[in-house]
């Protein structure tokens, strides 16, 4: 990559930047897609409810 560019496959332009709580909603779901797979292949070290543990 040259610099801090990068380039999609029709050229766009990809910015990178910090989340924001407002971006929780949208980085939850892929999230929880990865937490099931885990918690079903180790549920011995993954919760099934992970949010609900303090």
């Known amino acids: 990559m040259a610099g801090a560019e ?4 029709h050229g766009d332009m990809i910015q990178i930047r910090t989340a ?6 949208l980085l939850a779901s892929p999230n929880q897609i990865v937490h099931d ?9 993954f919760l099934v409810f992970p949010e609900l543990v303090i």
């Open 20 to 25: 924001s709580s407002d971006d929780a909603a």
């Open 37 to 45: 797979l885990h918690n079903r292949h180790r549920p011995d070290l």
């Open 6 to 9: 990068a380039t999609g496959q």
